[in-house]
């Protein structure tokens, strides 16, 4: 089988800077405060957090391990691993999942930029919450722009992945995530510190929605939400982390490098949190608007800063390149397997990738205008009806489905097939570091990761088992 495994990404640093790009982006700032102001707020946050913990570290150090060890994409790392078992459906699940995910995620990635526009335009100026609900509302349903911005998006992620993923990624991550970070540190103080707008509307109410969990909230729907957007945030349950693992050297420390990426990831995604928040309280906005809450809000943000105009075009230039060096990342579990699996070089692998992820990306883009009657209406797990337009069926698809099946397989596979010993042996990099939490981890992967996704999973889906 041709492995086309070049050298590894550079230094220790530039693993985790790759892997951090990929898991951090648009799941931690756009998704994260929108799925959690539909979820109740605080309940959300730690059911989230034991997610992280229990079920996604596990599984994300499983990619790393699987990764590094065969040096194969998702689909030829199951075969070798596995030869003559159907494991290697997680591998065709996950390059499936990664298309879907890409065409949707590069709609929001041109949001992004589309926002950077009007950053730069000086547009949020003098405008207040309303007129910003009405400037999402009017942009989204417009056909044009969506569409163009998309095809922008998918462009220059296909431009990243065609020159090969050493060089594109690793500079990008290691600038921007920190500046990212220290942006939305300001962000947060300014909306923490915003005068209210009504008697009534006090920013430290958003602190309260966000970290006081009130257990009333809590069922399975918010548990399935919260399970499977841990698994999209931490970029696991398709591969990705499985194919980034190809990168990495043999004496790094996979144990602490799926910690600091899982750490960094739930930093950030808990930092945009105190950024959107206490501003929604502030000006006695709704923490429910839906996938365009954050285009929403932040802008407001922005708008009653000093020196707004300038941290409002670094913050989308931000954004944009953490979807980039997310969006880079699906694309590569596509191309890495093509190159691998068919022999088609990067270039052929990078073009039929973007043709196909921007072409249904087209439809995602069109959903709240030309193609906005096209609807699919099915029951939640708490029994109401919920309408789905092509770009939430999509989500829905991806995020709620391949991807909690995707980590199920994956830590079955590890605790039942691949096993303790193998998993030590590559931890400890050939016997030479100390794995002290093997143990822990091994209950982790065998019983609670794969008995936790699939209860939720069944439950979250309306099947009861308990
Ligand atoms: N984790 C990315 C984000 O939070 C999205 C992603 C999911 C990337 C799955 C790769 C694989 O934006």
Known sequence: MANNIKDGFTSKFGIIAAAAGSAIGLGNIWRFPYILGENGGGAFLLIYLLCIILVGFPVMLSEFVIGRDTRLNPYGAFKELSPGKPWFIIGILGVFAAIVILSFYSVVGGWTLEYLYQAVLNNFENKN????????????????????????????NFFIVIRGIEEGIEKFAKIMMPVLAIILIIMAIRSLTLPPMTENSKAVDGLIFLFKPDFSKINIGVIFNALSQAFFSLSIGMGALITYGCYIKKDDNLGSSAFIVSMSDTFIAILAGLAIFPAVFAFGFTPQAGEGLVFKVLPVIFQSMKGGYIISILFFICLFIAAITSSISLLEVFVLTLMQQRNYSRKKASIIGFLIASIVGIACALSWSVLSEVKITLPTSSGEMYEYNIFSMLEFISVKFLLPIGGLLISLFMGWVYGKERIEYELSNENTLKVWYIHFLMILIKYVAPIAILMVFLNGLGISIF
Not at 138 to 156: C, D
Request: charged fraction near 15%; avoid cysteine.
């Open 129 to 156: 919450i309303n007129d910003f609900d009405k400037m999402f509302n009017n942009f989204i349903s417009s056909p044009f722009r969506p569409l163009l911005w998309h095809i922008i998006f998918m462009l220059i």
